[in-house]
Protein backbone atom coordinates (compact mmCIF):
# COMPACT_ATOMS: atom_id res chain seq x y z
CA UNK A 1 0.00 0.00 0.00
CA UNK A 2 1.37 3.56 -0.56
CA UNK A 3 2.39 5.57 2.00
CA UNK A 4 4.67 8.37 2.30
CA UNK A 5 7.76 8.44 3.49
CA UNK A 6 9.07 9.92 6.81
CA UNK A 7 11.74 12.11 4.99
CA UNK A 8 8.83 13.50 2.73
CA UNK A 9 7.08 16.11 4.81
CA UNK A 10 7.49 19.03 2.50
CA UNK A 11 7.30 22.13 5.00
CA UNK A 12 9.62 24.60 6.55
CA UNK A 13 11.56 23.38 8.99
CA UNK A 14 10.00 22.47 11.82
CA UNK A 15 9.21 25.20 14.66
CA UNK A 16 12.01 26.41 13.23
CA UNK A 17 11.11 30.17 13.79
CA UNK A 18 13.00 31.76 11.21
CA UNK A 19 13.40 35.30 9.07
CA UNK A 20 12.74 34.52 5.27
CA UNK A 21 12.66 37.92 4.04
CA UNK A 22 14.50 40.77 5.58
CA UNK A 23 14.02 41.13 9.01
CA UNK A 24 16.00 44.92 10.05
CA UNK A 25 16.17 47.53 12.46
CA UNK A 26 14.74 50.78 11.61
CA UNK A 27 16.97 53.50 12.38
CA UNK A 28 17.86 57.16 11.19
CA UNK A 29 19.39 57.86 8.03
CA UNK A 30 23.10 56.84 9.33
CA UNK A 31 24.89 55.56 12.02
CA UNK A 32 27.06 58.86 12.26
CA UNK A 33 23.75 60.43 13.12
CA UNK A 34 23.48 58.28 16.25
CA UNK A 35 26.42 58.67 17.30
CA UNK A 36 26.26 62.47 17.70
CA UNK A 37 24.02 62.28 20.27
CA UNK A 38 24.78 59.68 22.13
CA UNK A 39 26.84 60.11 25.64
CA UNK A 40 30.56 58.23 25.19
CA UNK A 41 31.00 55.30 27.86
CA UNK A 42 34.35 54.08 28.94
CA UNK A 43 34.88 50.67 28.62
CA UNK A 44 37.39 48.33 30.31
CA UNK A 45 38.27 45.39 27.71
CA UNK A 46 39.00 42.24 29.71
CA UNK A 47 41.10 39.64 27.75
CA UNK A 48 39.59 37.21 25.30
CA UNK A 49 38.81 33.67 26.89
CA UNK A 50 39.21 31.00 24.58
CA UNK A 51 38.43 27.02 24.40
CA UNK A 52 39.90 24.69 21.48
CA UNK A 53 43.86 25.12 19.94
CA UNK A 54 44.47 28.67 19.20
CA UNK A 55 47.72 30.34 18.18
CA UNK A 56 49.34 32.23 21.20
CA UNK A 57 49.50 35.31 19.64
CA UNK A 58 45.67 35.60 18.23
CA UNK A 59 44.11 36.23 21.49
CA UNK A 60 45.75 39.96 22.01
CA UNK A 61 45.45 40.57 18.28
CA UNK A 62 41.61 39.93 18.29
CA UNK A 63 41.35 42.00 21.50
CA UNK A 64 43.05 45.12 19.76
CA UNK A 65 40.95 44.81 16.74
CA UNK A 66 38.06 44.45 19.61
CA UNK A 67 39.47 47.69 20.48
CA UNK A 68 39.28 49.49 17.09
CA UNK A 69 35.27 48.40 16.63
CA UNK A 70 34.61 49.64 20.03
CA UNK A 71 36.12 53.03 19.32
CA UNK A 72 34.24 53.00 15.82
CA UNK A 73 31.06 52.57 17.93
CA UNK A 74 31.58 55.69 20.05
CA UNK A 75 33.08 53.89 22.98
CA UNK A 76 36.25 55.25 24.99
CA UNK A 77 38.19 51.93 25.48
CA UNK A 78 40.61 51.15 28.53
CA UNK A 79 42.47 48.02 28.21
CA UNK A 80 42.35 46.09 31.26
CA UNK A 81 45.77 44.36 31.08
CA UNK A 82 47.18 47.70 30.31
CA UNK A 83 45.41 49.45 33.14
CA UNK A 84 47.48 47.03 35.82
CA UNK A 85 44.25 46.42 38.20
CA UNK A 86 43.77 42.64 38.88
CA UNK A 87 41.94 40.34 36.05
CA UNK A 88 39.37 37.97 36.69
CA UNK A 89 39.68 34.62 34.80
CA UNK A 90 37.36 32.29 33.99
CA UNK A 91 33.30 33.32 34.02
CA UNK A 92 33.11 36.67 35.61
CA UNK A 93 29.63 37.19 37.71
CA UNK A 94 28.15 40.77 38.16
CA UNK A 95 30.16 40.99 41.64
CA UNK A 96 33.36 40.24 39.80
CA UNK A 97 32.62 42.69 37.21
CA UNK A 98 31.50 45.48 39.60
CA UNK A 99 35.15 44.85 41.41
CA UNK A 100 36.70 44.79 38.37
CA UNK A 101 35.75 48.28 37.31
CA UNK A 102 36.28 49.78 40.84
CA UNK A 103 38.53 52.22 40.91
CA UNK A 104 38.47 53.33 37.50
CA UNK A 105 36.29 55.45 35.21
CA UNK A 106 34.66 52.52 33.39
CA UNK A 107 31.26 52.78 33.43
CA UNK A 108 31.01 49.76 31.53
CA UNK A 109 33.14 46.15 30.90
CA UNK A 110 33.44 44.03 27.69
CA UNK A 111 34.69 40.51 27.33
CA UNK A 112 34.73 38.22 24.13
CA UNK A 113 35.04 34.86 24.07
CA UNK A 114 35.61 32.10 21.12
CA UNK A 115 35.40 28.79 20.78
CA UNK A 116 37.34 27.05 17.91
CA UNK A 117 37.08 23.59 16.38
CA UNK A 118 39.81 23.51 13.37
CA UNK A 119 39.08 26.58 11.39
CA UNK A 120 35.80 27.20 12.83
CA UNK A 121 34.90 29.79 15.39
CA UNK A 122 32.14 30.82 17.34
CA UNK A 123 32.91 34.47 18.76
CA UNK A 124 30.58 35.82 21.66
CA UNK A 125 31.11 39.83 22.62
CA UNK A 126 29.51 40.53 25.71
CA UNK A 127 28.79 44.13 26.92
CA UNK A 128 28.51 44.58 31.34
CA UNK A 129 27.16 47.66 33.16
CA UNK A 130 29.67 48.68 35.72
CA UNK A 131 27.35 49.60 38.34
CA UNK A 132 25.54 47.14 38.67
CA UNK A 133 27.33 44.02 36.95
CA UNK A 134 24.59 43.52 34.49
CA UNK A 135 24.88 41.58 31.37
CA UNK A 136 23.13 44.30 29.05
CA UNK A 137 23.89 43.55 25.37
CA UNK A 138 25.38 41.07 23.02
CA UNK A 139 27.01 40.40 19.63
CA UNK A 140 27.62 36.76 18.54
CA UNK A 141 28.63 34.85 15.02
CA UNK A 142 30.52 31.99 13.52
CA UNK A 143 33.07 32.29 11.52
CA UNK A 144 33.22 28.99 9.45
CA UNK A 145 36.79 27.88 7.84
CA UNK A 146 38.49 31.05 8.49
CA UNK A 147 41.92 33.27 8.34
CA UNK A 148 43.06 34.76 11.33
CA UNK A 149 42.58 38.01 9.47
CA UNK A 150 38.89 37.06 9.16
CA UNK A 151 38.14 35.99 12.61
CA UNK A 152 39.67 39.47 13.73
CA UNK A 153 37.48 41.74 11.17
CA UNK A 154 34.32 40.02 12.73
CA UNK A 155 35.66 40.52 15.80
CA UNK A 156 35.92 44.08 15.28
CA UNK A 157 32.83 44.54 14.01
CA UNK A 158 31.10 42.33 16.75
CA UNK A 159 32.42 45.44 19.14
CA UNK A 160 30.85 47.61 16.91
CA UNK A 161 27.11 46.47 17.14
CA UNK A 162 27.08 47.02 20.87
CA UNK A 163 26.45 50.69 20.48
CA UNK A 164 23.03 50.18 18.40
CA UNK A 165 21.94 47.66 21.25
CA UNK A 166 23.60 50.17 24.07
CA UNK A 167 21.29 53.02 22.16
CA UNK A 168 17.94 50.75 21.83
CA UNK A 169 17.58 50.25 25.49
CA UNK A 170 16.91 53.67 26.46
CA UNK A 171 14.56 54.47 23.85
CA UNK A 172 10.77 54.75 23.33
CA UNK A 173 8.68 51.33 22.99
CA UNK A 174 9.23 49.03 20.40
CA UNK A 175 7.49 49.29 16.83
CA UNK A 176 6.26 46.65 14.67
CA UNK A 177 6.37 47.25 10.64
CA UNK A 178 5.17 44.66 7.99
CA UNK A 179 5.20 45.16 4.78
CA UNK A 180 4.15 42.47 2.14
CA UNK A 181 2.83 41.59 -0.84
CA UNK A 182 0.97 40.57 -1.47
CA UNK A 183 -1.02 43.55 0.36
CA UNK A 184 -4.00 42.89 2.85
CA UNK A 185 -1.76 39.64 4.29
CA UNK A 186 -3.74 39.12 7.55
CA UNK A 187 -0.73 39.89 10.70
CA UNK A 188 -0.90 38.49 13.63
CA UNK A 189 1.27 38.57 16.81
CA UNK A 190 1.63 35.69 19.55
CA UNK A 191 -2.04 34.84 17.87
CA UNK A 192 -3.91 38.03 17.90
CA UNK A 193 -4.55 39.86 14.99
CA UNK A 194 -3.17 43.13 14.55
CA UNK A 195 -4.29 44.31 11.06
CA UNK A 196 -3.38 43.64 7.37
CA UNK A 197 -0.60 44.50 5.94
CA UNK A 198 1.18 47.33 5.73
CA UNK A 199 0.86 47.82 9.13
CA UNK A 200 2.61 49.43 12.02
CA UNK A 201 1.60 48.13 15.83
CA UNK A 202 3.25 48.80 19.09
CA UNK A 203 4.38 45.91 21.06
CA UNK A 204 5.91 45.17 24.55
CA UNK A 205 9.42 44.48 24.84
CA UNK A 206 10.51 41.42 24.82
CA UNK A 207 9.92 37.63 22.22
CA UNK A 208 6.86 37.64 20.04
CA UNK A 209 5.77 35.34 17.80
CA UNK A 210 4.88 36.82 14.26
CA UNK A 211 2.52 35.12 11.50
CA UNK A 212 1.75 36.82 7.72
CA UNK A 213 -0.88 35.16 6.31
CA UNK A 214 -3.31 35.50 3.18
CA UNK A 215 -4.93 32.64 1.76
CA UNK A 216 -3.34 30.81 -1.51
CA UNK A 217 -0.14 31.87 -0.13
CA UNK A 218 3.08 30.32 1.76
CA UNK A 219 2.67 31.48 5.37
CA UNK A 220 5.58 33.75 6.78
CA UNK A 221 6.55 33.30 10.48
CA UNK A 222 9.18 34.95 12.63
CA UNK A 223 10.12 34.48 16.05
CA UNK A 224 11.69 38.04 17.34
CA UNK A 225 13.02 39.74 20.05
CA UNK A 226 11.85 43.22 20.36
CA UNK A 227 13.69 46.02 22.60
CA UNK A 228 12.61 49.57 23.85
CA UNK A 229 12.98 52.21 20.64
CA UNK A 230 13.63 49.59 18.05
CA UNK A 231 11.76 49.41 15.13
CA UNK A 232 11.91 45.77 13.83
CA UNK A 233 10.79 45.90 10.25
CA UNK A 234 9.46 42.70 8.29
CA UNK A 235 9.98 42.67 4.28
CA UNK A 236 8.13 39.14 2.73
CA UNK A 237 6.76 38.57 -0.37
CA UNK A 238 4.62 35.26 0.17
CA UNK A 239 5.17 32.81 -2.63
CA UNK A 240 2.37 30.77 -3.63
CA UNK A 241 3.89 27.25 -3.43
CA UNK A 242 7.41 26.33 -3.95
CA UNK A 243 8.46 23.43 -5.94
CA UNK A 244 10.27 21.99 -3.28
CA UNK A 245 12.82 19.33 -3.97
CA UNK A 246 14.31 16.82 -1.71
CA UNK A 247 16.21 13.90 -1.64
CA UNK A 248 15.14 10.22 -1.90
CA UNK A 249 15.45 8.28 1.24
CA UNK A 250 17.16 4.50 0.82
CA UNK A 251 14.83 1.53 0.17
CA UNK A 252 13.41 -0.02 3.18
CA UNK A 253 10.86 -2.87 3.39
CA UNK A 254 8.18 -0.56 4.55
CA UNK A 255 7.15 3.11 4.02
CA UNK A 256 6.38 4.79 6.93
CA UNK A 257 3.92 7.68 7.29
CA UNK A 258 5.57 10.83 7.36
CA UNK A 259 6.39 11.91 11.10
CA UNK A 260 4.13 15.14 9.98
CA UNK A 261 2.22 15.44 6.98
CA UNK A 262 1.95 19.02 7.34
CA UNK A 263 4.54 20.90 9.56
CA UNK A 264 7.46 19.06 11.13
CA UNK A 265 6.85 20.04 14.94
CA UNK A 266 11.26 20.11 15.53
CA UNK A 267 12.92 19.90 18.47
CA UNK A 268 13.59 22.95 20.94
CA UNK A 269 17.34 24.15 21.22
CA UNK A 270 18.71 27.35 22.06
CA UNK A 271 15.78 28.97 23.16
CA UNK A 272 13.50 28.81 20.11
CA UNK A 273 12.84 26.18 17.61
CA UNK A 274 15.40 24.45 15.97
CA UNK A 275 15.17 21.68 12.85
CA UNK A 276 17.54 19.51 11.53
CA UNK A 277 18.48 22.56 8.99
CA UNK A 278 19.93 24.59 11.84
CA UNK A 279 17.25 27.55 11.68
CA UNK A 280 17.77 28.39 14.75
CA UNK A 281 21.48 28.65 14.19
CA UNK A 282 20.70 30.24 11.23
CA UNK A 283 19.78 33.17 13.21
CA UNK A 284 23.17 33.24 15.16
CA UNK A 285 24.88 33.56 11.67
CA UNK A 286 22.73 36.29 10.23
CA UNK A 287 22.51 38.77 13.75
CA UNK A 288 24.12 41.84 12.84
CA UNK A 289 25.17 40.84 9.40
CA UNK A 290 24.02 43.43 7.14
CA UNK A 291 21.56 43.43 4.09
CA UNK A 292 23.81 43.34 1.50
CA UNK A 293 20.47 44.29 -1.30
CA UNK A 294 19.50 47.34 1.07
CA UNK A 295 23.71 48.58 1.16
CA UNK A 296 23.58 50.95 -1.12
CA UNK A 297 23.16 55.18 -1.37
CA UNK A 298 22.00 56.23 1.65
CA UNK A 299 21.59 53.42 3.71
CA UNK A 300 25.40 53.28 3.95
CA UNK A 301 27.31 56.04 6.36
CA UNK A 302 30.45 57.92 5.85
CA UNK A 303 32.24 55.25 7.94
CA UNK A 304 31.51 52.93 5.36
CA UNK A 305 28.75 51.02 8.09
CA UNK A 306 25.01 49.78 6.31
CA UNK A 307 22.15 50.59 8.80
CA UNK A 308 20.21 47.57 7.49
CA UNK A 309 21.15 44.53 9.35
CA UNK A 310 19.98 41.55 10.70
CA UNK A 311 18.81 41.22 14.50
CA UNK A 312 18.03 37.93 15.16
CA UNK A 313 20.28 37.06 18.33
CA UNK A 314 17.65 37.75 21.06
CA UNK A 315 15.63 35.34 18.67
CA UNK A 316 18.06 32.70 18.50
CA UNK A 317 19.44 33.30 21.67
CA UNK A 318 19.68 35.49 24.30
CA UNK A 319 21.59 33.54 27.41
CA UNK A 320 24.64 35.16 29.69
CA UNK A 321 26.78 32.29 29.57
CA UNK A 322 30.00 31.36 27.52
CA UNK A 323 28.64 28.04 27.37
CA UNK A 324 26.52 28.52 24.54
CA UNK A 325 29.14 29.15 21.69
CA UNK A 326 29.38 25.56 22.09
CA UNK A 327 26.14 25.02 21.96
CA UNK A 328 25.94 26.56 18.54
CA UNK A 329 28.76 24.96 17.22
CA UNK A 330 27.06 21.63 18.20
CA UNK A 331 23.97 22.89 16.40
CA UNK A 332 25.91 23.85 13.04
CA UNK A 333 27.93 20.63 12.97
CA UNK A 334 24.50 18.81 13.82
CA UNK A 335 23.14 20.71 10.61
CA UNK A 336 25.89 19.42 8.44
CA UNK A 337 25.96 15.85 9.06
CA UNK A 338 28.86 15.58 11.42
CA UNK A 339 27.19 13.75 14.09
CA UNK A 340 30.73 12.63 16.27
CA UNK A 341 31.87 16.45 16.77
CA UNK A 342 28.47 17.77 17.15
CA UNK A 343 28.39 15.05 20.35
CA UNK A 344 31.78 15.89 21.18
CA UNK A 345 31.10 19.35 21.30
CA UNK A 346 27.96 19.42 22.94
CA UNK A 347 28.98 17.42 25.73
CA UNK A 348 31.62 20.38 26.23
CA UNK A 349 28.65 22.57 26.23
CA UNK A 350 27.22 20.90 29.08
CA UNK A 351 30.57 20.69 30.91
CA UNK A 352 30.73 24.20 30.79
CA UNK A 353 27.04 24.70 31.70
CA UNK A 354 27.02 22.52 34.62
CA UNK A 355 23.73 21.73 36.49
CA UNK A 356 22.41 25.42 36.44
CA UNK A 357 19.56 27.30 37.10
CA UNK A 358 16.76 29.17 35.54
CA UNK A 359 17.94 30.35 32.00
CA UNK A 360 21.04 28.40 32.25
CA UNK A 361 18.81 25.33 32.90
CA UNK A 362 17.26 26.02 29.83
CA UNK A 363 20.17 26.13 27.35
CA UNK A 364 21.08 23.04 29.41
CA UNK A 365 17.60 21.55 28.22
CA UNK A 366 18.28 22.63 24.71
CA UNK A 367 21.35 21.33 24.80
CA UNK A 368 20.75 17.58 25.87
CA UNK A 369 17.83 18.31 23.33
CA UNK A 370 20.24 18.23 20.72
CA UNK A 371 22.20 15.41 21.45
CA UNK A 372 19.06 13.60 21.59
CA UNK A 373 18.57 14.30 17.90
CA UNK A 374 22.40 13.73 17.29
CA UNK A 375 22.18 10.25 18.68
CA UNK A 376 18.95 9.73 16.92
CA UNK A 377 20.18 10.82 13.87
CA UNK A 378 22.85 8.85 13.57
CA UNK A 379 20.80 5.76 14.29
CA UNK A 380 21.12 5.57 18.57
CA UNK A 381 17.63 5.47 19.56
CA UNK A 382 18.54 4.62 23.17
CA UNK A 383 20.95 7.09 24.36
CA UNK A 384 18.58 9.58 22.13
CA UNK A 385 15.49 8.76 24.68
CA UNK A 386 17.91 9.22 27.48
CA UNK A 387 18.92 12.83 26.51
CA UNK A 388 14.96 13.50 25.15
CA UNK A 389 13.83 12.46 28.63
CA UNK A 390 16.51 14.24 30.22
CA UNK A 391 15.47 17.64 28.58
CA UNK A 392 11.78 17.24 29.19
CA UNK A 393 12.66 16.74 32.92
CA UNK A 394 14.00 20.36 33.22
CA UNK A 395 11.63 21.94 30.57
CA UNK A 396 8.46 20.61 32.58
CA UNK A 397 10.57 22.08 35.69
CA UNK A 398 11.27 25.13 34.03
CA UNK A 399 8.07 26.19 31.54
CA UNK A 400 6.26 23.39 32.47
CA UNK A 401 4.16 20.29 31.77
CA UNK A 402 1.69 21.93 29.31
CA UNK A 403 4.10 24.62 27.18
CA UNK A 404 4.77 24.19 23.49
CA UNK A 405 9.00 23.62 24.23
CA UNK A 406 7.58 20.81 26.28
CA UNK A 407 5.65 19.51 23.46
CA UNK A 408 8.67 19.80 21.22
CA UNK A 409 10.04 17.17 23.30
CA UNK A 410 7.62 14.77 23.83
CA UNK A 411 7.20 14.41 19.79
CA UNK A 412 10.67 13.83 19.77
CA UNK A 413 10.50 10.91 22.44
CA UNK A 414 7.10 9.53 20.71
CA UNK A 415 9.52 9.10 17.39
CA UNK A 416 11.85 7.42 19.27
CA UNK A 417 9.30 5.12 20.60
CA UNK A 418 8.18 4.29 17.31
CA UNK A 419 11.75 3.63 15.99
CA UNK A 420 11.94 1.18 18.79
CA UNK A 421 8.62 -0.57 18.02
CA UNK A 422 6.90 1.01 21.55
CA UNK A 423 3.94 1.74 19.49
CA UNK A 424 1.60 2.28 22.71
CA UNK A 425 4.86 4.52 24.35
CA UNK A 426 4.77 6.00 21.54
CA UNK A 427 1.11 6.87 21.34
CA UNK A 428 0.78 8.07 24.88
CA UNK A 429 3.34 10.62 24.38
CA UNK A 430 1.64 11.58 21.40
CA UNK A 431 -1.68 12.31 22.49
CA UNK A 432 -0.25 15.10 25.30
CA UNK A 433 1.51 17.28 22.11
CA UNK A 434 -2.02 16.77 20.95
CA UNK A 435 -3.56 18.25 24.28
CA UNK A 436 -0.96 20.97 24.60
CA UNK A 437 -1.19 22.00 21.31
CA UNK A 438 -5.08 22.02 20.98
CA UNK A 439 -4.77 24.42 24.08
CA UNK A 440 -2.05 27.17 23.24
CA UNK A 441 -2.82 27.23 19.30
CA UNK A 442 -6.52 25.95 18.89
CA UNK A 443 -8.18 24.20 16.72
CA UNK A 444 -6.98 26.32 13.46
CA UNK A 445 -3.52 25.96 13.55
CA UNK A 446 -0.93 24.16 11.07
CA UNK A 447 0.59 22.74 14.14
CA UNK A 448 -1.98 21.82 15.74
CA UNK A 449 -3.00 20.09 12.69
CA UNK A 450 0.66 18.25 12.08
CA UNK A 451 0.50 17.03 15.48
CA UNK A 452 -2.83 15.32 15.08
CA UNK A 453 -0.96 13.80 11.72
CA UNK A 454 1.66 12.35 13.80
CA UNK A 455 -0.84 10.64 15.83
CA UNK A 456 -2.60 9.58 13.27
CA UNK A 457 0.51 8.05 11.74
CA UNK A 458 0.68 6.08 15.32
CA UNK A 459 -2.78 5.00 15.42
CA UNK A 460 -1.71 3.84 11.32
CA UNK A 461 0.77 1.55 12.20
CA UNK A 462 -1.07 0.30 15.35
CA UNK A 463 -3.76 -1.15 13.27
CA UNK A 464 -6.15 1.68 14.51
CA UNK A 465 -7.28 2.50 11.46
CA UNK A 466 -10.73 4.04 12.48
CA UNK A 467 -8.99 6.05 15.49
CA UNK A 468 -6.46 7.07 12.41
CA UNK A 469 -9.24 7.96 10.03
CA UNK A 470 -10.73 10.41 13.18
CA UNK A 471 -7.31 12.11 13.65
CA UNK A 472 -6.53 12.42 9.72
CA UNK A 473 -9.92 13.41 9.37
CA UNK A 474 -9.35 16.59 12.45
CA UNK A 475 -6.31 17.41 10.95
CA UNK A 476 -7.54 18.39 8.04
CA UNK A 477 -10.01 19.96 9.50
CA UNK A 478 -7.79 22.54 10.64
CA UNK A 479 -5.62 22.60 8.09
CA UNK A 480 -8.43 23.85 6.51
CA UNK A 481 -9.29 26.35 9.22
CA UNK A 482 -5.69 27.56 9.18
CA UNK A 483 -5.82 28.50 5.71
CA UNK A 484 -2.89 25.91 4.69
CA UNK A 485 -1.40 25.80 1.72
CA UNK A 486 -2.35 23.42 -1.20
CA UNK A 487 0.42 21.37 -1.18
CA UNK A 488 0.10 20.53 2.53
CA UNK A 489 -3.95 19.96 2.26
CA UNK A 490 -2.94 17.71 -0.77
CA UNK A 491 -0.46 15.78 1.51
CA UNK A 492 -2.72 15.20 4.31
CA UNK A 493 -5.35 14.37 2.16
CA UNK A 494 -3.58 11.14 0.55
CA UNK A 495 -2.30 9.70 4.01
CA UNK A 496 -6.28 9.97 4.54
CA UNK A 497 -6.24 8.05 0.99
CA UNK A 498 -3.65 5.39 2.29
CA UNK A 499 -5.73 5.04 6.07
CA UNK A 500 -9.27 4.22 3.64
CA UNK A 501 -7.30 2.03 1.78
CA UNK A 502 -5.91 -0.19 4.71
CA UNK A 503 -9.46 0.12 6.30
CA UNK A 504 -10.60 -1.43 2.47
CA UNK A 505 -12.92 1.26 2.09
CA UNK A 506 -11.58 1.60 -1.58
CA UNK A 507 -13.68 4.19 -3.02
CA UNK A 508 -13.31 6.61 -0.51
CA UNK A 509 -9.41 6.05 -0.79
CA UNK A 510 -9.84 6.84 -4.18
CA UNK A 511 -11.74 9.85 -4.16
CA UNK A 512 -8.96 11.25 -1.64
CA UNK A 513 -5.92 10.56 -3.38
CA UNK A 514 -7.97 12.17 -6.42
CA UNK A 515 -8.31 15.76 -4.44
CA UNK A 516 -4.52 15.13 -2.78
CA UNK A 517 -3.00 14.93 -6.74
CA UNK A 518 -5.34 17.18 -7.88
CA UNK A 519 -3.88 20.19 -5.39
CA UNK A 520 -0.49 18.72 -5.64
CA UNK A 521 -0.03 18.68 -9.15
CA UNK A 522 -0.08 22.29 -9.45
CA UNK A 523 2.43 22.89 -6.81
CA UNK A 524 5.20 20.47 -7.52
CA UNK A 525 4.64 19.85 -11.28
CA UNK A 526 3.28 16.72 -13.23
CA UNK A 527 6.14 14.74 -13.89
CA UNK A 528 7.80 15.25 -9.72
CA UNK A 529 8.45 12.17 -8.18
CA UNK A 530 6.41 12.53 -4.89
CA UNK A 531 3.25 12.70 -7.41
CA UNK A 532 4.37 9.16 -8.10
CA UNK A 533 2.71 8.65 -4.84
CA UNK A 534 -1.05 9.75 -5.13
CA UNK A 535 -0.72 8.09 -8.70
CA UNK A 536 -0.04 5.36 -7.21
CA UNK A 537 -2.53 4.98 -4.75
CA UNK A 538 -5.33 6.22 -6.90
CA UNK A 539 -4.40 3.06 -9.30
CA UNK A 540 -4.13 0.50 -6.82
CA UNK A 541 -7.84 1.44 -5.71
CA UNK A 542 -9.54 1.57 -8.64
CA UNK A 543 -7.98 -1.88 -9.26
CA UNK A 544 -9.40 -3.48 -5.75
CA UNK A 545 -12.91 -1.53 -7.29
CA UNK A 546 -11.94 -3.39 -10.83
CA UNK A 547 -12.21 -0.44 -12.28
CA UNK A 548 -8.91 -1.71 -14.71
CA UNK A 549 -9.34 0.88 -17.68
CA UNK A 550 -9.45 3.72 -15.49
CA UNK A 551 -6.55 2.49 -13.24
CA UNK A 552 -4.30 2.27 -16.36
CA UNK A 553 -3.58 5.93 -16.94
CA UNK A 554 -2.35 6.82 -13.74
CA UNK A 555 -0.43 3.72 -13.34
CA UNK A 556 1.52 3.99 -16.20
CA UNK A 557 2.56 8.00 -15.42
CA UNK A 558 3.55 6.54 -12.08
CA UNK A 559 5.91 3.93 -13.48
CA UNK A 560 7.21 6.26 -16.15
CA UNK A 561 7.90 9.20 -13.15
CA UNK A 562 9.69 6.19 -11.13
CA UNK A 563 11.31 4.58 -14.11
CA UNK A 564 13.37 7.89 -14.86
CA UNK A 565 16.90 7.89 -14.16
CA UNK A 566 17.07 10.83 -12.24
CA UNK A 567 14.75 9.47 -9.34
CA UNK A 568 15.68 6.52 -7.38
CA UNK A 569 13.09 3.64 -7.81
CA UNK A 570 11.22 3.75 -4.61
CA UNK A 571 8.51 1.60 -4.23
CA UNK A 572 8.38 1.11 -7.78
CA UNK A 573 7.96 -2.82 -7.26
CA UNK A 574 4.40 -1.86 -5.52
CA UNK A 575 3.45 -0.08 -8.95
CA UNK A 576 4.78 -3.14 -11.11
CA UNK A 577 2.36 -5.34 -9.45
CA UNK A 578 -0.45 -3.04 -9.27
CA UNK A 579 -0.59 -2.50 -13.44
CA UNK A 580 0.52 -6.16 -13.94
CA UNK A 581 -3.13 -6.44 -12.45
CA UNK A 582 -4.61 -3.43 -14.54
CA UNK A 583 -3.46 -4.96 -17.56
CA UNK A 584 -6.24 -6.57 -20.12
CA UNK A 585 -5.49 -10.05 -21.23
CA UNK A 586 -4.13 -8.96 -24.75
CA UNK A 587 -0.81 -8.14 -22.41
CA UNK A 588 -0.56 -10.97 -20.37
CA UNK A 589 3.17 -11.08 -21.54
CA UNK A 590 4.03 -7.70 -20.01
CA UNK A 591 2.07 -8.32 -16.93
CA UNK A 592 4.03 -11.34 -16.75
CA UNK A 593 6.74 -9.24 -16.83
CA UNK A 594 5.54 -6.67 -14.70
CA UNK A 595 4.91 -9.09 -11.73
CA UNK A 596 8.63 -10.80 -12.12
CA UNK A 597 10.29 -7.75 -12.33
CA UNK A 598 7.76 -6.69 -8.63
CA UNK A 599 8.53 -9.74 -7.13
CA UNK A 600 12.12 -9.61 -7.29
CA UNK A 601 11.77 -5.53 -6.08
CA UNK A 602 10.16 -6.78 -2.83
CA UNK A 603 12.46 -10.16 -2.09
CA UNK A 604 15.28 -6.95 -2.48
CA UNK A 605 13.73 -4.89 -0.05
CA UNK A 606 13.47 -7.87 2.47
CA UNK A 607 9.55 -8.68 2.57
CA UNK A 608 9.76 -12.16 1.45
CA UNK A 609 5.36 -12.66 2.25
CA UNK A 610 4.62 -9.96 -0.34
CA UNK A 611 7.13 -11.77 -2.45
CA UNK A 612 5.32 -14.83 -2.31
CA UNK A 613 2.35 -13.50 -2.90
CA UNK A 614 3.21 -11.95 -6.40
CA UNK A 615 4.55 -15.37 -7.04
CA UNK A 616 1.28 -17.05 -6.25
CA UNK A 617 -0.37 -14.51 -9.06
CA UNK A 618 2.13 -15.48 -11.25
CA UNK A 619 1.66 -18.97 -11.03
CA UNK A 620 -1.80 -18.64 -11.64
CA UNK A 621 -2.31 -16.07 -14.30
CA UNK A 622 0.60 -17.36 -16.34
CA UNK A 623 -1.92 -20.21 -17.50
CA UNK A 624 -2.87 -19.92 -21.31
CA UNK A 625 -5.98 -20.57 -22.28
CA UNK A 626 -7.18 -23.38 -24.65
Not at 82 to 94: L, V
Not at 217 to 238: K, M, N, P, Q, S
Request: hydrophobic share 45%; proline share 6%.
Amino acid sequence: MPVAPAARAQAPAAETPRQDAAVAEEGPASDAGVLQDVPTEVVMVLPIESWGEIEEHIPRALVDRMEDGLRRGNFTVIDAAANGGPIPSGECDEACVRSTVAGTNATHLVRASVVVDGRDYNVRVELFLGETGELIATSNDICEICGHEELADMVGDLAATLRRKLSAAVDPPPLLRVVAEPEGSLVTVDGEVVGVTPVEVTVAPGEHDIVVKKAGYVTHRARLAFLDGVVETIRTDLAPAPVIEEEEPPRTKKRALPESTTRPIGWAALGVGVGVTAGGVALLVLDERPIKRECTGDNVDAMGNCKWRYNTLAGGIAMTIVGVGAVALGAVLLARGRYDEALATLQRALDILGEGAGDQSMVRMSTLNIMGSAYDLRGDLAPALEHYRKALAIAERQVGPDHPETAKILNNIAIIHKGRGELEEARRHAERVVTIYRRVFGEAHPDFAASLANLANLQLSAGDYEGALASYDEALRALQAAEAGPGEVGRLLYNLGVAYHLRGRFAEAAESYARSLELQTPVLGPDHPEIAYPLTGLGSSLVELGRFDDALPHLERALAIRSRKDVPPIDIGEIRFALARALPIGERERALELARAAERDYEELGDPATAAAIRAWIAANAVIDG
